[in-house]
């Protein structure tokens, strides 16, 4: 179950963990091969993600996210990286579009 985060954001974020595939992107070329990582939260505008190796701010990210019995392909921009303290990555994405579908499961 999804637990609402308190805060003076425009969409609420959803402190939730799902799983979640991804392809890095830097200017057009895939940096790695189809990698995993969790949602730390996630709102209609975006979400936080703790990965297993170093993504850069910028980066364009395809991911597929699997919420309940549904899977949702999104596509964002990386905002923010930052090294957390067990040598993951924790980065922010930004969606460029979110599916109706998806939106509805996060509010």
Same mark, same amino acid.
């Given at each position: 179950m999804a637990e609402?985060? $308190?805060?003076? *954001?425009?969409?609420? *974020? $959803?402190? !939730? $963990?799902? /799983? /979640? !595939?991804?392809i890095n992107k830097?200017?057009?070329?895939q940096k790695c091969g189809? !990698?995993?990582? *969790?949602?730390l939260d996630i709102s209609p505008a975006g979400v936080k993600v703790e990965v297993y190796q170093a993504v850069n701010k910028d980066s364009e990210m395809e991911m597929e996210i699997a919420v309940e019995e549904s899977i949702f392909s999104v596509q964002g921009k990386v905002i923010y990286t930052q090294e957390a303290s067990n040598n993951n990555y924790i980065i922010g994405i930004e969606f460029y579009e979110l599916s109706p579908q998806l939106a509805s499961q996060l509010t």
């Open positions: 609402k985060i $308190l805060e003076k *954001r425009k969409y609420p *974020r $959803l402190k !939730s $963990l799902h /799983l /979640l !595939s991804y830097e200017q057009g070329v189809i !990698s995993m990582a *969790r949602t």
